[in-house]
């Protein structure tokens, strides 16, 4: 069975503030106690456009690298559907997930270059697309659309079917749940160590002006 | 100038050594001063934790070169700087080195003492005294081995190979790698939430894993469950149990 967070646009100045942080987190809460089990979480219009309003290390450790951490150390797979403009800490998010999949309206970029440290999304990113994909959009600010997100293997598939995600998390669904954890774990384990230390490491740099 | 600048925050004491015109080399009277910001922190009820560090440019460069070419052996066993070593090696409060740039030698063998270390991003971590004809003479042999086993100690003590910090990381040494701008506050930062804790159980704490490095392990865990008996008969321990249980902070009063 999947579960479902609907990650709804709150608009400006609240995108991943604390109210949808602490919603996630719940999310993410729930489905650490059914291994194996999907989580697909529905981002809807610019809902994970982040720009950090506080970027406090205790902030950026302990909330929102904690975020991506629990994503990305989910015991089940995590299937990311969105639809607008992932930045920041959403990027890191989204990058953190299992699967992604995305709307043609969707969009890719690291945002601010806080908002890029504050989001983490740097050691998936070069993982995912290499580092010079990682190194151009942090220096320029440059966004990517779907298809060329698609290109770089950052979304598995872009479609414009609003149930796509869903589809995608029903066939993820039909996993025996013993080998989804073990599957989940496998792929979690392999760069733990090396995550959480290069998450620590930025979560100092966010703060430096 | 006094060679070590010392400020308390809140329960956290930090020593900073500030030579900058000899790159902090630990001369005599640094390593005295040190000592002497030891036993301050040590005296004073407040302090729970003591940060040591050189500030977010360099912590220190090794020994006083000049000084050691006019040292004899005589003067070397006779001098305080033995004594120096010996109170830090015996400090009995959590340390917490902060340490960026040069991390060299003695330097290194004082981060060493330490119970922890956070390393700036800019942090060079090495023993290069095999550079001049001698090894080191405060731990660096004894505790590079313990923390990173001989093999790669002896890339350091005997190939006078310098590290970087997430080098040092990876061999067990540091604990943190943080922006160097930033060093000392999280050294803060880390010195405060052990501060947070129980002073009596950090402080038996620390006494069991320094025992670790000292004895076989039967002794050990005698040593750590005598310890443990003896936490079992403090107020901390009931305020921590009693915290847990009705799921609000500890009010930890060290006895």
Redesign the interface.
């Known amino acids: 069975m999947t579960q479902v967070h609907e990650a709804t646009d709150p608009g400006a100045g609240e995108r991943l503030g604390p109210a949808a942080r602490s919603a996630l987190l719940d999310a993410l809460k729930r489905h650490a106690r059914a291994p194996g089990e999907p989580l697909l979480i529905r981002v809807q219009g610019d809902a994970w456009r982040h720009e950090p309003d506080d970027l406090a290390?205790?902030v950026v450790r302990g909330q929102l690298h904690e975020l991506v951490l629990r994503v990305h150390a989910a015991p089940g797979p995590v299937i990311v559907h969105v639809d607008g403009a992932v930045r920041g800490l959403g990027f890191g998010l989204a990058l953190a997930a299992d699967l992604r999949v995305a709307a043609p309206t969707a969009t890719f970029g690291t945002g601010s270059p806080a908002a890029f440290l504050a989001g983490g999304a740097g050691r998936f990113l070069a993982g995912v697309a290499g580092t010079g994909v990682l190194a151009h959009l942090a220096w320029t600010g440059a966004t990517l659309d779907a298809e060329e997100a698609l290109r770089h293997g950052l979304v598995g598939s872009v479609s414009a079917d609003p149930d796509a995600g869903a589809a995608l998390a029903a066939r993820v669904a039909t996993v025996a749940p013993g080998t989804a954890s073990a599957l989940a774990r496998a792929l979690r384990g392999r760069d733990r160590p090396e995550l959480t230390?290069a998450l620590?490491?930025e979560s100092?740099?966010a703060?430096?002006e | 100038m006094e060679p070590v600048g010392y400020a308390v925050h809140d329960a956290v004491a930090v020593a900073t050594i500030d030579r900058p015109q000899t790159r902090n080399a630990l001369s005599a009277d640094v390593l005295c001063a040190l000592a002497a910001a030891m036993d301050r922190a040590e005296a004073d009820p407040e302090v729970r934790v003591l940060v040591l560090t050189g500030g977010p440019r360099l912590f220190a460069s090794g020994a006083d070169i000049r000084e050691l070419r006019r040292t004899s052996p005589a003067d070397y066993l006779l001098s305080e700087r033995l004594e120096c070593w010996n109170r830090f090696a015996r400090f009995g409060k959590p340390a917490v080195a902060a340490v960026a740039g040069y991390v060299l030698g003695g330097g290194c063998e004082l981060a060493m003492t330490c119970d922890a270390v956070v390393a700036a991003?800019s942090a060079v971590f090495g023993q290069p005294e095999i550079n001049l004809g001698i090894i080191p003479g405060a731990g660096g042999t004894q505790r590079w081995a313990r923390v990173a086993g001989r093999f790669r100690a002896a890339e350091l003590v005997l190939g006078g190979r310098l590290v970087d910090a997430w080098t040092a990381?990876r061999m067990g040494l540091v604990s943190?790698?943080?922006?160097a701008?930033?060093v000392v506050?999280?050294g803060i930062?880390l010195a405060s939430s052990i501060a947070a804790r129980s002073p009596v159980a950090a402080r038996l704490g620390k006494q069991a894993l320094r025992t670790a490095e000292e004895v076989g392990l039967t002794a050990g865990l005698a040593h750590e469950r005598s310890l443990l008996l003896t936490l079992l008969s403090t107020d901390d321990h009931i305020e921590g149990i009693d915290a847990f249980l009705e799921k609000r902070p500890a009010r930890f009063t060290g006895r």
């Open positions: 290390q205790p230390a620590d490491y100092w740099l703060g430096v | 991003d990381q943190q790698v943080v922006p701008e930033r506050e999280a930062a």
